[in-house]
C-alpha cells in the first residue's frame, strides 16, 4: 500500500515571499501521478500541480512549481510571490498508474496548513 | 464547462437513519469517485464509478454504497448511520477514457452530514 507523509502540520509566510511544503512518499510502483492539491476555507478542494513519475522534468503552473526526487521519493511544492489567496490545506496526493486498484484512487497526505501574512 | 456538482450541501440525520448524497460530474466525465474526509482520518477514499460499474473500492464497511446512472451521475448511501459517519463527503470527476488511472480529479464542493 502507498502512504504520503506530510510533515509540517502548519506554516506561514508573509506577502511576496516563497515557501515550500514538503511531500515524501512510499510506494513499490515504477509508475504513477503525484499532485498537489489545495482545500481554501470554502472546502472546495482545487487542483494546484500534477507530476507524471516518468517525467523527469518538474512541473510548474504559473506561481506554483515541484521538486521531483524519484529516487527520495519526494515531492515539494514552492509557491513564489505568495498572495492572500494562497491561504488553504495544501494536500499532497499520490495515484498508482494502471487498472485494477488504482482506478479513480488518490491517496492523500494529512495536510499542511499554509497561512499567508500581509 | 460547469464544475462538479453535489447535493445536498449539508445534512443532519440521526443514528440509525439512511442518507443519499448525490454527485452530478462535470460533462464529458465519465468516472467518479467519493472520498470521505474527517479531521482524524482525513481523506479516505470510498469507492470509483465508471460507466455504471464499479471499478474500486476502499476499505469501509458495507452500509456505503454507491451507484452510477448512464448520465454519469453518481449516488452514495450509507445505510445504518453511526456518529463516526459524520463527514465532508467529497465527490470527484475525470474523464476517465485513457482506459488507465492517472486522470487530474476535478473535486465538487462536497456534502456535510452530520449524524447526531
Known amino acids: 500500500a502507498q502512504t504520503v507523509t506530510q510533515s509540517q502540520p502548519e506554516m506561514s509566510v508573509q506577502e511576496a515571499e516563497t515557501v515550500t511544503l514538503s511531500c515524501t512518499y512510499d510506494t513499490s510502483e515504477s509508475n504513477y501521478y503525484l499532485f498537489w492539491y489545495k482545500q481554501p476555507p470554502s472546502r472546495q478542494m482545487i487542483l494546484v500541480i500534477r507530476?507524471?513519475?516518468?517525467?523527469?522534468q518538474n512541473a510548474t503552473e504559473n506561481r506554483f512549481s515541484v521538486n521531483f526526487q524519484k529516487a527520495a521519493k519526494s515531492f515539494s511544492l514552492k509557491i513564489s510571490d505568495s498572495q492572500l489567496g494562497d491561504t488553504a490545506m495544501y494536500f499532497c496526493a499520490f495515484m498508482k498508474a494502471g487498472g485494477g486498484t488504482s482506478y479513480g484512487k488518490l491517496t492523500f497526505g494529512q495536510g499542511t496548513i499554509l497561512t499567508v501574512h500581509p | 464547462k460547469a464544475g462538479v456538482t453535489q447535493t445536498p450541501r449539508y445534512l443532519i440525520k440521526t443514528r440509525g437513519q439512511q442518507v443519499t448524497l448525490s454527485c452530478s460530474p462535470i460533462?464529458?466525465?465519465?468516472?467518479v469517485s467519493w472520498y470521505q474526509q474527517t479531521p482524524g482520518q482525513g481523506l479516505q477514499f470510498l469507492f470509483e464509478?465508471?460507466?455504471?460499474?464499479?471499478?474500486n473500492k476502499g476499505n469501509f464497511p458495507g452500509r456505503f454504497s454507491g451507484r452510477q446512472f448512464s448520465n454519469s451521475r453518481s449516488e452514495m448511501n450509507v445505510s445504518t448511520l453511526e456518529l463516526g459517519d459524520s463527514a465532508l463527503y467529497l465527490c470527484a470527476s475525470s474523464p476517465g477514457t485513457s482506459g488507465t488511472a492517472g486522470d487530474t480529479q476535478y473535486f465538487g464542493p462536497g456534502t456535510r452530514l452530520t449524524v447526531l
Open positions: 460533462s464529458g466525465h465519465r468516472s
Open positions: 464509478y465508471f460507466s455504471e460499474t464499479q471499478r
Open positions: 507530476q507524471e513519475a516518468y517525467k523527469q
